[in-house]
């Protein structure tokens, strides 16, 4: 079980903003988070994974205390090893696909078989600036997944696949996720996108004040 | 001909950039993360050298390390080092003239580095050291290699630091380009020309190996 009650400001033109959430997610769950631009999907993401603190909040993994900002304790994203696919796939220029998945893991069974469900087997000596956009984002899906995180944070991680690529690979991740019971956590803003694959949604909003 | 001049800048070069990698790659990021007060005064700090003319840098360093009085009569009196009039000290006005060149272009290519390159690696669980040495190094090579050259060319061309505390002692602190004032001085228009030259010569080379190199990573926009 995986429950988060955070309170974060965001930098926005119209006045302060402030991100509000409080929500519990069960383990094994996969979750689309839906919501406007601006409205804090992202920032939602890198506050649970560790990367961007909140002012004020709680998040509780499985029984373990992440984040507990009155008692100050806040894990390291290192402690957290969420798996984070990110907008940008954040991919290193320097690494080939093999090595992004072996500068994640050691477990070279597990990183024959990413490549496989990715279909990048083929591309395993190429670097990020060889690969299409679509690569590239498959790329980043399974470096995340390299380390079997407990937690998975996807951060609009189908918009560059085509329908065809996009429905293999989400019957793919069904079974990684289902066999690593990993918690799912996918950022959209298309309800469409993601038929079939998750199990609940959440909204989120900014609460606005001056 | 006596060539030591042009040995004893090589070897001052070589160990001046040796030096400042090992002392410029940790604080170059440390000063690319954040921007608090404490670390814009240590960057102007670093920085003075490039615009503070060089017999100023070189007056306070004599002053500082005269073993006549305060850190460099304790210097001498504890450890038997003397800064003033040595080589140790060439080097040490070195690395303080030249450390804006080795700081500069790896701490501007490390912020230019999207940020959430260290993240993806911190949320594989990576450390800073890691990261550091795995992912953001690797990105700044040309950053790196133009960083190394310049402090190595910048050293070779040092003149007003170097002579005001090493002074011009042959096979000690005799530098080419004092060696080449001190040509001049004497009217021996020949020598000077055959230092400078090598000096030149071996700059340029230097600067246009860089130019190659980085041009092969340069991507113009329209491409």
Same mark, same amino acid.
């Given at each position: 079980?995986?429950?988060?009650?955070?309170?974060?400001?965001?930098k926005?033109?119209?006045?302060?903003?402030?991100?509000?959430?409080?929500e519990?997610f069960?383990d094994?769950s996969?979750?689309k988070i839906?919501?406007?631009?601006?409205a804090?999907?992202t920032?939602?993401?890198?506050?649970?994974a560790?990367?961007?603190?909140p002012e004020k909040?709680?998040?509780?993994?499985?029984?373990?205390?992440w984040?507990d900002?009155n008692?100050k304790?806040a894990?390291?994203?290192q402690?957290?090893?969420?798996?984070?696919v990110?907008?940008?796939?954040?991919?290193f220029?320097?690494?080939?696909?093999?090595?992004?998945?072996q500068?994640?893991?050691n477990?070279?069974?597990?990183?024959?078989?990413?490549?496989?469900?990715?279909?990048?087997?083929?591309?395993a000596?190429?670097?990020?600036e060889?690969?299409?956009g679509?690569q590239q984002?498959?790329?980043?899906?399974l470096r995340a997944?390299?380390i079997?995180?407990?937690?998975?944070?996807?951060d609009?991680?189908?918009?560059?696949l085509?329908?065809g690529?996009?429905?293999?690979?989400?019957?793919?991740?069904k079974?990684?996720f289902?066999?690593l019971k990993?918690?799912?956590?996918?950022?959209?803003?298309?309800?469409?996108?993601?038929e079939?694959l998750?199990?609940g949604e959440?909204?989120?909003?900014q609460?606005?004040?001056t | 001909?006596d060539l030591s001049?042009?040995? $004893?800048?090589?070897? #001052? %070069?070589?160990i001046?950039t040796? !030096?400042?990698?090992?002392i410029?790659?940790?604080?170059?990021?440390? +000063?690319?993360?954040?921007?608090s007060?404490?670390?814009i005064i240590?960057?102007?700090?670093i920085?003075?050298?490039?615009?503070?003319?060089?017999?100023?840098?070189?007056?306070?360093l004599l002053?500082?390390?005269s073993?006549?009085?305060?850190?460099?009569?304790w210097l001498?009196?504890?450890?038997?080092?003397q800064?003033?009039f040595?080589f140790?000290?060439?080097?040490?006005?070195?690395?303080?003239?030249?450390m804006?060149?080795?700081?500069?272009?790896i701490?501007?290519?490390l912020?230019? $580095?999207?940020?959430? #390159? %260290?993240?993806?690696?911190?949320? !594989?669980?990576?450390t800073?050291?890691?990261?550091?040495?795995?992912? +953001?190094?690797?990105?700044?090579?040309?950053?790196l290699?133009?960083?190394?050259v310049?402090t190595?060319?910048?050293?070779l061309?040092e003149f007003?630091?170097?002579?005001m505390?090493?002074?011009n002692?042959p096979?000690i602190t005799?530098?080419?380009?004092i060696a080449?004032?001190?040509?001049?001085?004497?009217?021996d228009?020949?020598?000077?020309n055959?230092?400078?030259l090598i000096l030149?010569?071996?700059t340029?080379?230097?600067v246009?190996?860089?130019?190659?190199?980085?041009?092969?990573?340069?991507?113009?926009? #329209?491409?």
């Amino acid at each position: 079980m995986i429950s988060i009650d955070i309170e974060k400001k965001l930098k926005a033109y119209s006045g302060q903003q402030v991100l509000k959430v409080n929500e519990e997610f069960a383990d094994g769950s996969i979750t689309k988070i839906y919501g406007p631009s601006g409205a804090g999907k992202t920032t939602l993401l890198n506050v649970i994974a560790g990367l961007v603190q909140p002012e004020k909040g709680v998040i509780k993994v499985d029984g373990i205390t992440w984040l507990d900002t009155n008692k100050k304790i806040a894990l390291s994203p290192q402690k957290r090893m969420a798996g984070f696919v990110f907008q940008n796939y954040a991919l290193f220029p320097n690494m080939t696909v093999m090595e992004h998945l072996q500068y994640a893991s050691n477990d070279e069974q597990w990183i024959k078989r990413l490549l496989a469900i990715g279909k990048l087997d083929t591309l395993a000596t190429h670097k990020p600036e060889y690969l299409s956009g679509g690569q590239q984002q498959r790329l980043a899906i399974l470096r995340a997944l390299a380390i079997k995180p407990k937690l998975l944070l996807m951060d609009e991680p189908f918009s560059a696949l085509d329908a065809g690529m996009k429905t293999a690979l989400i019957a793919g991740l069904k079974l990684l996720f289902k066999e690593l019971k990993c918690t799912v956590m996918i950022v959209s803003h298309n309800p469409q996108e993601l038929e079939g694959l998750c199990d609940g949604e959440i909204s989120v909003n900014q609460d606005y004040s001056t | 001909m006596d060539l030591s001049p042009i040995w $004893l800048t090589l070897k #001052l %070069a070589a160990i001046t950039t040796l !030096l400042l990698l090992i002392i410029g790659l940790p604080l170059a990021w440390w +000063l690319s993360k954040g921007r608090s007060i404490f670390k814009i005064i240590i960057e102007a700090i670093i920085t003075m050298p490039l615009v503070l003319p060089p017999s100023v840098l070189g007056f306070y360093l004599l002053i500082a390390f005269s073993p006549q009085h305060g850190v460099g009569k304790w210097l001498l009196q504890t450890f038997n080092i003397q800064f003033v009039f040595s080589f140790q000290g060439l080097v040490l006005a070195s690395v303080i003239y030249s450390m804006p060149f080795m700081i500069g272009p790896i701490k501007s290519a490390l912020q230019q $580095l999207p940020r959430s #390159l %260290a993240q993806a690696s911190y949320t !594989l669980g990576k450390t800073e050291r890691q990261t550091f040495l795995k992912v +953001l190094l690797p990105n700044i090579k040309p950053s790196l290699l133009t960083a190394i050259v310049l402090t190595f060319a910048h050293t070779l061309g040092e003149f007003g630091v170097v002579l005001m505390i090493g002074g011009n002692i042959p096979n000690i602190t005799r530098v080419a380009s004092i060696a080449v004032y001190d040509s001049v001085e004497n009217m021996d228009y020949a020598t000077a020309n055959v230092y400078s030259l090598i000096l030149f010569s071996f700059t340029f080379v230097l600067v246009i190996g860089v130019f190659i190199f980085n041009k092969a990573h340069a991507k113009s926009p #329209l491409e």
